[in-house]
Antibody, heavy 124, light 111 residues
Framework: QLQLQESGPGLVKPSETLSLTCTVS??????????WGWIRQPPGKGLEWIGS???????YYNPSLKSRVTIFIDTSKNQFSLKLTSVTAADTAVYYC????????????????WGQGTLVTVSS | QSALTQPASVSGSPGQSITISCTGT?????????VSWYQQSPGETPKLIIY???RRPSGVSDRFSGSKSDNTASLTISGLQADDEAHYYC???????????FGGGTKLTVL
């Protein structure tokens, strides 16, 4: 059974960089059938897609976050990571790593696996 | 691009049916049969219940069904049960550069 687990600091200061890693177990990250990404949920609010990446390196980002976001994959460790720069209080959220299924030539069909989520608070 | 539009809340009594709408545009819901729905119970991770507008993952009750007309997708839950009480989110692929949109979420209350 494939599992995803987020790790990283739970508290980040304003203007600094948020860094999270997702470790994938029970399956390989090196497959073109899926891509790997991040979704966040501010407390009491809805879901927001941050971005996704194939193991090959092709990436897709939410245009509202694109200037601040980088996702990268380490196939040797079966991990992928998120960096979000210049954070503010508005970036406080539960961050989920997720596996996304590909549909034909389109990179996103659905999210079929979620990590447990990790709360990141932006505060001084 | 704005999030997909869902009602903030719906309610129903046990045994009844309810429908949650999800309205997008011709650049997302209207152009692709790539609408999915997720159920999120309090304190839990979202769970996929419908994908590609009408399909159910293995293990999901057939009380959950999906449909789409033009730019609006819908989730119907029949035979409401107490443990259906949760937030429901729709999601759709969208044309570049937006790519992936979620709805704002609908809180279902079982009376």
């Amino acid at each position: 059974q494939l599992q995803l687990q987020e790790s990283g600091p739970g508290l980040v200061k304003p203007s600094e960089t948020l860094s999270l890693t997702c470790t994938v177990s029970g399956g390989s990250i090196s497959t073109s059938s899926y891509n790997w990404g991040w979704i966040r949920q501010p407390p009491g609010k809805g879901l927001e897609w941050i971005g996704s990446m194939f193991y090959s390196g092709n990436s897709y980002y939410n245009p509202s976050l694109k200037s601040r976001v980088t996702i990268f994959i380490d196939t040797s460790k079966n991990q992928f990571s998120l960096k979000l720069t210049s954070v503010t209080a508005a970036d406080t959220a539960v961050y989920y790593c997720a596996r996304m299924i590909v549909a034909g030539g389109i990179f996103f069909d659905r999210v079929d696996r979620w990590g447990q989520g990790t709360l990141v608070t932006v505060s001084s | 691009q704005s999030a997909l539009t869902q009602p903030a809340s719906v309610s129903g009594s046990p045994g009844q049916s309810i429908t949650i709408s999800c309205t997008g545009t011709g650049s997302d819901v209207g152009s692709y049969n790539l609408v999915s729905w997720y159920q999120q119970s309090p304190g839990e991770t979202p769970k996929l219940i419908i994908y590609e507008v009408t399909r159910r993952p293995s293990g999901v009750s057939d009380r959950f069904s999906g449909s789409k007309s033009d730019n609006t997708a819908s989730l119907t839950i029949s035979g409401l049960q107490a443990d259906d009480e949760a937030h429901y989110y729709c999601c759709s692929y969208a044309r570049s550069p937006t790519y992936v949109l979620f709805g704002g979420g609908t809180k279902l209350t079982v009376l």
